[in-house]
């Protein structure tokens, strides 16, 4: 489990790099789309409000329109101008019946009408309601609706929003649209007021708005509020709205957008009544609209991130997944183990990298195989020098016995030294063949002991006990007589007494043992075991000279040929004798050729 | 477990992602995720009948300020500014529904205090709207300073006695131990000192009473001048003084701004009103609650201030409004 959690492993890392990589990718992205989101929904709510609010403009302008052609008819009425130019029957003190038809004709008929009058030159009005009493406290003449439209020549004027308090006990919020009628001389004759119900153009003002907490107002040309949600707050200076800015916007000078305080603030200039109507636009209400656009954005950015997560882990883990499973195979190595890889799943690459890897494996067991052989070949090449090398000394000893026979006459002894030496000769050489019949072993390792039996005369004597029936088994060459050669050496030359030294050879469970046997002064326990722990090492080059040189090459041997379950065994006591015993599986005949 | 733990990596990240976004826009965006949809109770002196004309302009305040700040409120009350018992009754009952805030008009400056301590005992902040109670627990008075109003109408009396040498001024209140009433009395009796009479005659907000009051006092040779503390006193003091004829020659200065009062200004029986801002009141009521939902520290007292109507102020374009609401009446 470790490797996952370190950053050293190749699925960490490139999961760790794409997940950064990706978290970085679609913050920025979010960012961006955010911002961007963020200015096009202020820009799409600021472009709405500015096409309610040119309705809105165009709403007002519409309706006073209509109104003024209610002035329109009433002006171009005759009896209108009769009465104002105290024309007519009655010499103009009574109020025509007829006017005052018409006047109340307009009022029911549009309810948002608060009052129609005519003012005339003399003060006189004429107004809808023959009830109706004028208030005795107010003068006409401080009442802007009459003046401006006394100075406006025949044009209409709106006024801004008022309480009139023309008709006694009667106070309304009104607009007033007034109008100076003109004879053909363009004298003026008088007035005509029409008041129209403050409360249409407010409801308006009201209904038309964006967001929670938007609003409308509107200025009149002056900068003097005509309608304000709050206007008490306005006129108490709990609220100010930054009326220079707005009407600067008007002027069509600069921005047409002014921002204060999470207000967006935009102006739109009504020509017909001189009017600026004024739309505020919160910035938290545009907030709130796309505060939902942002979660599902999030959402999405969320849900593409753990798609994207999975997919790298995916694709990670099948990057890393043969590259886990070659590096697990090849860490086998370590144990000195070559395991091949086969057809492993993955990219490409890991193929070629397996199928590469198998090749140099099979490569390396080859190599490997080829060296261990040429190991043996060479021990076994090292061995045979030695096999061959017959002691010079028992050489040199063997030819001074036969000069000194020589000189001595006796010619019998010379023959048959001479010709043991050359049939031990042969034998060793045996056409270079490593195997050859025990029966010959054993004439090798006689032709040897005639020579030694010659030397030391009266020394020792030997027996040979082989069951006849391996005579004709076959063994490695010159396995006894460097047994017998030890046994003389060491065991008998040694010894005080006459010896006997004795051979046997016996098939026990297709194993073929060969014993020789002496007793001589034989070893104590510290050389026995300095003996065997030289055999048990085996592989080992054993030490040049002293003892069981020969003994060890014999066991060397056997191993190399036959396996690690063969080879020698020695047993001894002090001053009782020693016994060798080889043994090595029975072989087949057609092994031996 | 290796799946787990990259899935486990994975949320986590993507988790960090949403914060991150979500606040970076949170804090972007400011006062969002208010206290959107807590009730604020309201509960005011009367309920809103055709011709409390006052109590029908603060609750455009106060609905107007709900929308402004974005906060749900729910207007109440008895049916009759003199009905003490009933309003208790509401405002236990809204108590019980455990609101998040009470904005209160106390009918009695007395004996509306034990329900605001238990509006207080179950964590209820109590903010007072023009009548307060005895109490210290309101976080907020929201009101016309009456005190200064009364002050003003006496200064106006005061200026208007000084034709009238020899002569003095009676109080006509409305109901004896309201909070208003005795306030403006004594601003009242500040600025006229000895010029006042020292009795006050009471009439419960009612015109007819009132105008009864004003026939016997118009029968004193002595007073040159009234001044009615609310509405009703008005409408009865002024009715006295137009049908005695004597309208100019007995003074009176007024309180409120009833329709009939406008008339009698113009006509010059009354010779000025003071007049409260009752929109603001109900504006800066709601204000006010909301800066508390939030937490914000809110000003013990918020006056809302007075205004001294004359005949030749009165149609000024500031004043219009004060004095002719818009509420569909006018």
């Known amino acids: 489990m470790r490797h996952f959690f370190s950053f050293g492993t190749l699925e960490s890392r490139i999961y760790t790099i794409f997940t950064v990589m990706i978290f970085g990718a679609i913050f920025i992205m979010q960012l961006v789309a955010f911002r961007y989101t963020e200015k096009t929904v202020k820009s799409t709510a600021i472009e709405s409000n500015r096409v309610i609010l040119h309705q809105l403009v165009s709403q007002i302008d519409s309706y006073i329109q209509g109104m003024e052609q209610i002035s329109d008819a009433l002006t171009g009425s005759r009896e209108v101008l009769d009465w104002l130019a ?38 006189q009005i004429l107004t809808s309601d023959p009830e109706a009493r004028i208030n005795p406290w107010t003068a006409l003449q401080d009442k802007p609706w009459f003046s401006r439209a006394a100075e406006a020549g025949g044009r209409t004027t709106v006024s801004s929003s008022y309480v009139q308090n023309l008709l006694w006990g009667r106070y309304s919020w009104v607009v007033s649209l007034s109008r100076g009628i003109l004879d053909a001389s363009g004298r003026l004759l008088g007035v005509l007021l029409v008041d129209l119900k403050f409360n249409r153009i407010s409801s308006l003002c009201q209904s038309l708005i964006i967001g929670k907490r938007g609003y409308n107002f509107i200025l009149d040309s002056k900068g003097n509020y005509v309608f304000h949600p709050t206007q008490q707050l306005v006129y108490s200076n709990i609220r100010t709205e930054p009326l220079e800015e707005v009407l600067g916007m008007a002027s069509g000078t600069g921005e047409s957008l002014y921002y204060l305080d999470g207000r967006y603030y935009m102006t739109e200039h009504s020509p017909l009544t001189g009017w600026y109507v004024v739309s505020v636009l919160y910035e938290s209400d545009i907030i709130t609209e796309w505060k939902s656009i942002q979660l599902i954005y999030t959402l999405i950015a969320l849900v593409l991130f753990l798609v994207v997560g999975l997919v790298t882990h995916k694709v990670s883990s099948g990057i890393t997944k043969p590259v886990r499973r070659l590096q697990e195979i090849m860490g086998r190595v370590e144990t000195g183990d070559f395991p091949l890889v086969g057809e492993l799943e993955g990219t490409d690459e890991i193929r070629d990298l397996a199928r590469d890897y198998d090749i140099m494996v099979g490569r390396i067991r080859e190599l490997m195989a080829a060296n261990v052989k040429e190991q043996e070949q060479k021990r076994k090449s090292d061995l045979k020098a030695l096999q061959a090398q017959i002691n010079p000394h028992f050489l040199y ?51 040897y002991l005639i020579i030694q039996e010659m030397r030391y005369k009266d020394k020792f004597r030997y027996e040979m006990d082989v069951d006849p029936r391996i005579l004709d088994l076959y063994t490695l060459k010159i396995t006894l007589q460097p047994l017998v050669e030890n046994a003389i050496y060491h065991g008998i030359k040694e010894a005080e007494h006459p010896c006997c030294l004795g051979i046997s050879g016996w098939l026990e469970e297709d194993v073929v043992h060969l014993e020789v046997k002496d007793d001589g002064v034989g070893m104590d326990e510290k050389a026995l075991s300095v003996i065997r722990e030289r055999l048990k090492e085996g592989g080992g080059r054993p030490g040049r000279g002293g003892h069981g040189v020969g003994i060890h090459n014999v066991h060397e041997r056997i191993r190399l040929y036959f396996g690690k379950d063969y080879g020698l065994s020695c047993h001894s006591s002090l001053s009782r004798g020693t016994v060798m015993l080889v043994r090595f599986p029975l072989l087949d005949m057609g092994d031996a050729s | 477990m290796k799946r787990g733990f990259f899935l486990i990596l994975s949320l ?183 010029l006042a009479l020292e009795e006050t005659w009471f009439c419960d907000t009612n015109v007819e009473k009132a105008y009864r009051i004003s026939r016997e006092l118009l029968k004193n040779p002595e007073i040159g ?106």
């Open chain 1, 86 to 123: 105290f024309r007519g029957g009655i010499s103009g003190d009574m109020p025509p019946g007829g006017i005052q038809e018409r006047l109340r004709h307009y009022i029911q008929a549009r309810e948002d009408i608060s009052e129609i009058l005519l003012v005339r030159t003399d003060r």
């Open chain 1, 397 to 447: 000893n063997t030819l001074d016995s036969i000069i000194w026979m020589g000189e001595m006459g006796q010619c019998k002894e010379v023959v048959q030294m001479t010709s043991a030496l050359s049939k031990l000769f042969r034998i060793s050489i045996s056409k270079g063949r490593e195997l050859i019949p025990i029966r010959s072993e054993l004439e090798h390792v006689r032709s």
């Open chain 2, 12 to 194: 986590f990240a993507a988790f960090f992602l949403f914060m991150v976004l979500s606040f970076m826009y949170d804090t972007a965006s400011g006062e969002e995720g208010r206290s959107r949809g807590t009730a604020i109770e309201v509960v005011l002196k009367s309920a809103l009948g055709e011709d409390m004309d006052f109590w029908t302009v603060v609750d455009q305040g106060l609905h107007d300020a709900a929308r402004e700040f974005d906060v749900a409120i729910h207007v109440t009350g008895p049916p009759h500014e003199k009905d003490i018992d009933r309003q208790i009754e509401i405002l236990d009952e809204i108590i019980e529904e455990d609101p998040s805030l009470i904005i209160l008009a106390a009918t009695d400056y007395v004996r509306l205090a034990a329900s605001v301590e238990k509006a207080q005992d179950r964590g209820i902040p109590v903010i007072t709207v023009d009548s307060g109670v005895k109490s210290k627990l309101p976080l907020c008075f929201v009101a016309t300073d009456n005190l200064e109003a009364g002050e003003k109408a006496g200064e106006y009396m005061k200026s208007l006695l000084t034709g009238l040498p020899g002569k003095k001024a009676a109080i006509v209140s409305h109901i004896r131990e309201t909070a208003t009433a005795i306030e403006r009395e004594r601003g009242v009796r500040k600025a006229l000192g000895d």
């Open chain 2, 225 to 330: 001048g009234i001044v009615a503390l609310n509405e009703g006193s008005s409408l009865g003091v002024a009715r006295a003084v137009a049908e005695a004829g004597n309208a100019g020659d007995v003074m009176v200065v007024a309180f409120d701004n009833a329709v009939q009062e406008m008339i009698y200004l113009e006509e010059g029986v009354i010779q000025a009103t003071v007049v409260q801002r009752p929109y603001n009141m109900g504006y800066l009521s709601v204000k006010a609650a909301a800066e508390v939902l939030e937490n914000r520290k809110v000003e013990a007292v918020v006056d809302t201030g007075s205004v001294l109507i004359t005949k030749d102020n009165m149609f000024e374009r500031g004043y219009q409004e004060l004095l002719f609401p818009f509420s569909g009446k006018f």
